[in-house]
């Protein structure tokens, strides 16, 4: 058995650099922002923030309303800034309601005129 140090996600992403970091989660731990994705995060909770970098760790998912999460991620990330979704896709049987395949995002980015840096 290897020793595995599990850090919260703030401190990896000050380590990288990264200066003004959030998050939410409905836990609320590790100061995380204690809201729900499936409201509109603008309307809910006035929060209206925008960062350079969005991440969605396999949470979108587990979540009805899926047309919010990912408003919701568009409105928090800048116009120029970066989007990274690690969700299911095939194979993942019995894993949240929704798994997503790579047509999804390519007719999300040419919806909203994204561009894909990779996939």
Known sequence: ????????????????GMQDYESIDLDGGNNSHKFRLDYDLSKAYNFNKQFDFVTNHGTTEHILNQYMCFKNAHNLTKVGGYMFHGVPSVNHVNHGFFSYNQIFFKDLALANNYEIASM
């Open 1 to 16: 058995m290897t020793n595995v140090c599990v850090l919260p996600g703030k401190n990896i992403y000050e380590w990288m």
